[in-house]
């Protein structure tokens, strides 16, 4: 019996996140699956060096590698023009339309949910605020959001089966999609950001600079004490950022996987004040024995345990999160224990978890489809 063909499908492979790193795993199980997506940028995203990556019509639009949000109302349509009809299992990495293509009776579709998407579903009212837009486009917005919101929960039945990124998406999936979901957490090379950890000399916090991540709430915080913090990532709010910093805050922009490993390793602890499915950044820290500040809420509340490997605060507010790094400050913290906390979370087991998961359902479904 010969082996399934297998296709991976990722919303945008633009910058180096959470979800491309679960589709650059995927692919190291799935060693010769053509990767589909709505735009693909070399430049910023290595990896897929080796990969057979298929772009939708999107990637040759002004602008697409650096602003591909432009073009999301044109999402749908692109990923419904892939054709999958010579693949027998369809894996896609979705938090945005990916999940949407469009498959054969006879083909298997598995999502990796990161996210139903966010910005039309209980995030669209912050989505048309925090992103500044005019007051003359926001009806029109709202209309955009609204349709895609329809468009997103008909997309969600053509999945034969979710995956959850963690226990907190596994009930947004049930909510927006009514869809039952299996948790598998997303993977993390827990050895590579091991090792010894240097001397602590400033605060850490990662990700993209964007307005739901509350950089300007960690920013104001550590104006007012004073502390040294460093900010890892680029985004549209890089600019903007930069001017409220005061001088004991130094940003670094994107840098690459070893130089982020040097940065952890230096740091006191992550500083993680936004709502995430998961929380990648957290866990890369634990990894390098170093603890984690963040929001209660969210992914978070599956990754740190309180008292062994972070704490939380309970609020958005400065005066939360300043009473949650003076509270840090007067504890203890053994890195060999926050490390191994982070053992559960790694790459290896991801990729068993996955992998047994796909010969479960496939096994069912080629005897359904014989």
Request: contains cysteine; aromatic residues 12%.
């Amino acid at each position: 019996m010969r082996k399934p063909r297998v296709a991976l499908v990722a919303d945008w492979l633009t910058n180096r996140g959470g979800a491309e790193r679960v589709i650059l795993a995927l692919r190291d199980i799935f060693p010769h699956a053509p990767v589909y997506t709505s735009v693909y940028n070399p430049d910023r995203l290595p990896g897929f060096e080796n990969c057979t990556v298929v772009t939708s019509f999107i990637q040759k639009l002004p602008f697409a590698k650096t602003k591909h949000f432009i073009y999301l109302p044109l999402m749908p349509y692109a990923f419904e023009q892939f054709d999958f009809s010579n693949f027998d299992i369809v894996i896609s990495s979705a938090h945005s339309a990916a999940k949407g293509i469009i498959t054969k009776p006879r083909t298997l579709h598995i999502s990796y949910c990161h996210s139903p998407m966010r910005y039309c579903w209980d995030n669209s009212h912050e989505y048309v605020e925090q992103y500044g837009i005019p007051s003359l486009l926001r009806r029109p917005a709202e209309r955009l959001l609204s349709r895609l919101r329809v468009w997103d929960r008909v997309a969600a039945d053509r999945v034969d089966f979710f995956i959850a990124n963690s226990k907190y998406i596994k009930k947004r999936i049930q909510k927006y999609y009514r869809r039952d979901s299996t948790v598998i957490y997303p993977p993390v090379d827990t050895s590579f950001f091991g090792g010894k950890p240097q001397t602590s000399e400033y605060y850490l916090a990662v990700g993209r600079l964007t307005p739901y991540k509350k950089f300007d709430l960690i920013i104001e915080v550590f104006n007012e004490l004073k502390w040294p913090l460093v900010i890892v990532g680029d985004g549209k709010d890089m600019n903007s950022l930069k001017k409220k910093a005061g001088p004991t805050i130094r940003f670094l922009g994107n840098i690459s996987d070893e130089e982020l490993r040097d940065v952890y390793m230096k740091a006191k602890a992550l500083v993680f004040p936004q709502v995430e499915d998961f929380g990648i950044a957290p866990v890369e820290a634990m990894s390098a024995g170093k603890p984690v500040i963040a929001y209660a809420e969210g992914g978070a509340l599956e990754t740190i345990n309180p008292g062994l490997s972070g704490l939380f605060f309970e609020e958005q507010k400065p005066e939360s999160l300043k009473k949650a790094l003076l509270e840090f400050e007067a504890m203890r913290w053994t890195p060999s224990d926050v490390r191994k906390h982070a053992g559960q979370f790694d790459k290896k087991l991801f990729q068993e978890q996955i992998l047994q998961f796909v010969e479960e359902k496939w096994g069912i479904w080629s005897r359904e489809m014989a």
